[in-house]
T-cell receptor, first 111, second 113 residues
């Protein structure tokens, strides 16, 4: 089955700086890679996803890149703000297989 | 309430008790999931149901027993739990298994004494 590894487990950045979270996956058949954000005390929510037919996707201050050859994908947050502080989960899925989540990255944006 | 709801939101139970967690989704989805969230394993999949049929049991101990009577409702029956089972239990639903957004409920905070 799919195995998704996520790094780093914690990340602290100054407000306004960029943050990058990286994930690797094991199943070359995986073709769907979502990212979820979980704020303290709240439920995880999808913030962006990418499918294997594209290499990059942007949505305002967040972007995700995918390297299928190397089997890794990354979340980039630019101009970080305090409200970006949360735990971020990457995930991978192939076909109609279940989505496998990474172990999460706790991002702290320091004002 | 719309989306995915869970009851109760908080539950304290002794190791000999029997209790049930309930999840309901109002999104017309076909797949439902139970996750366990703890400090050690931030998002651990327990069970997957697709069109009411269990498609995944992630080596979960038998003291957790899921039930999915229809595509909108999912239960997790608990009996003779251990203190290490204390965690946040999240329910989620999606259009189907695979490349679809999962919508999570608010979770049930379970404490086993």
């Amino acid at each position: 089955g799919e195995n998704v590894e996520q790094h780093p487990s914690t990340l602290s950045v100054q407000e306004g700086d960029s943050a990058v979270i990286k994930c690797t996956y094991s199943d070359s058949a995986s073709n769907y890679f979502p990212w979820y954000k979980q704020e303290l005390g709240k439920r995880p929510q999808l913030i962006i996803d990418i499918r294997s037919n594209v290499g990059e996707k942007k949505d305002q201050r967040i972007a995700v890149t995918l390297n299928k050859t190397a089997k890794h994908f990354s979340l980039h947050i630019t101009e970080t703000q305090p409200e970006d502080s949360a735990v971020y989960f990457c995930a991978g899925s192939g076909g109609y297989q279940k989505v496998t989540f990474g172990t999460g990255t706790k991002l702290q944006v320091i004002p | 309430e719309t989306g995915v709801t869970q009851t109760p939101r908080h539950l304290v139970m002794g190791m000999t008790n029997k209790k049930s967690l309930k999840c309901e989704q109002h999104l017309g989805h076909n797949a439902m999931y139970w996750y366990k969230q703890s400090a050690k394993k931030p998002l651990e999949l327990m069970f997957v149901y697709n069109f009411k049929e269990q498609t995944e049991n992630n080596s979960v101990p038998s003291r957790f027993s899921p039930e999915c009577p229809n595509s909108s409702h999912l239960f997790l029956h608990l009996h003779t739990l251990q203190p290490e089972d204390s965690a946040l239990y999240l329910c989620a639903s999606s259009q189907g298994t695979g490349p679809y957004e999962q919508y999570f409920g608010p979770g049930t905070r379970l404490t086993v004494t």
